[in-house]
Structure formats: structure tokens, C-alpha cells
């Protein structure tokens, strides 16, 4: 830091108002307080040592500050997770639903079964199968002639006579071809964060999946 004065010929010390004063940095981290805390025990007096209540506050003050400072960036990281992240973009998806691979359909709200098949190469007589946890055939739906691609596939939930006869999650059964894909659609209930910071959740009748899982969202 240059100083406000010079030294003549004759070794004395002259005031030079040319000189530019050095700021310095304006504000004090964790480490200048440890080191102006070294320094003070270094150079205290052994026949009358710095009191140990002005020793315990000035390391209060060391441990406040940076408590402070790590407090300061969680915010700023649980501030840049809210503002327009990935969990209030997710958040925005409950109610809907999301068409996720899996062999399990679960029914919406209304009690119907939602899925869809995808062929690597055109398909005949191929059927679904829908199985209860019991091992029975609660449906089966005739998909017919397909070429390849995906292929939904849908069942109200009800029998010939109207009557609901399924409520629970049914697994999916391909019958006379091979699947490239079985995906099936489940309503989203609810959005879950999780603590570390990893990516928002998504919690479903079928499980938990990621925003990525998502096929497709209607």
C-alpha cells in the first residue's frame, strides 16, 4: 500500500500529498479474523493475558460469521431451486397424467386403464392381457392388425353389463408379438423434493419416477 509520506536525503520522514492512499479491502472474511486472532495471542503480554471473555466473544464472532455465511448460500441454492427450477415446473404437472414405461396399469380417477405398446415391425393378432395379483385374466384387449410404432391400448374398467370389476393396478400381458416398449399412464399426486438437491420426484399409483421418465404428459 503506498503511503502519504517520503524520506528526504536526510532521512527524514516529509509529507507527499501526491500520494495515493491503498482502500484495502473493505470487508473482513473468516480467515482475517483467525489471523488477527493469531496474532493477538502471539503478541500478548504472558504477565497479563487477553481476558477469556474477550477471548470466548471474538470466537463467538468467528463462528457466527461463518454460520452466517453458510447460511447466506443455502438460501441462494434453495432460492435458485424454487425460482422457475425443475420442482416448480414439476409441481405445475399434478393432476395431470404421464405416460412412463411399465408393466403395471394403474386405473385414474374415473376407474379406466390407459397403456400404451410399441412393435419393432408390423404385428397380427396381437392381444393385452390385463392380470390381477391373483394371476387372472381380469381383460383382454384384441389390438388386432398394427404396423410398427406405438399402439394404445384402453379398458373403461368395466364388464359387458356396465359394472365396474376392477380398481386395483393390473399387469400388462403381451400376446403374439414381441414389444420393443410397454408403457402405461398414471395420474401424478404429488410432487416430492428431495433434501440432498437431487432432482423433484414425482409420485404416481405405479411408483416414483423422475420428470425425465416421462414419455409423454396429458
Known amino acids: 500500500m503506498t503511503t502519504t509520506t517520503a524520506t528526504d536525503g536526510a ?13 484495502g479491502k473493505s470487508e473482513m472474511g473468516q480467515a482475517d479474523f483467525l489471523r488477527l486472532l493469531t496474532a493477538q495471542m502471539q503478541t500478548q503480554d504472558p504477565f497479563e493475558p487477553v481476558d477469556n471473555a474477550q477471548m470466548v466473544a471474538q470466537m463467538a464472532t468467528i ?3 461463518s454460520g452466517i455465511a453458510e447460511m ?12 422457475g427450477s425443475r420442482l416448480g415446473d414439476a409441481a405445475s404437472w ?3 397424467s404421464m405416460l412412463v414405461q411399465s408393466n ?13 405398446v410399441s ?12 392380470i390381477d395379483g391373483n394371476g387372472n385374466v381380469v381383460k383382454t384387449i384384441d389390438l388386432g392388425d398394427q404396423p ?4 394404445n391400448f384402453y379398458w373403461d374398467g368395466k ?10 393396478a393390473l399387469r400388462i400381458k403381451v400376446n403374439g408379438a414381441n414389444p420393443s416398449r410397454v408403457a402405461s399412464w398414471a395420474t401424478i399426486a404429488a410432487v416430492q423434493s428431495p433434501a440432498d438437491g437431487s432432482s423433484s420426484k414425482l409420485i404416481t399409483p405405479l411408483g416414483t419416477y423422475k420428470p425425465t421418465d416421462a414419455i409423454s404428459l396429458a
Open 63 to 65: 463462528t457466527n460469521s
Open 11 to 23: 532521512g527524514l520522514s516529509v509529507y507527499n500529498p501526491n500520494a495515493k492512499v491503498g482502500t
Open 148 to 151: 410398427k410404432g406405438d399402439v
Open 119 to 130: 412393435f419393432a415391425d408390423a404385428t397380427s393378432g396381437a392381444s393385452v392381457d390385463l
Open 159 to 168: 364388464d359387458d353389463a356396465g359394472n365396474s370389476i376392477a380398481t386395483d
Open 72 to 83: 447466506n448460500q443455502t438460501l441462494k441454492n434453495l432460492a435458485s431451486e424454487l425460482t
Open 104 to 116: 403395471i396399469a394403474a386405473p385414474d380417477a374415473a376407474g379406466q386403464y390407459m397403456g400404451q
Open 94 to 96: 399434478i393432476g395431470k
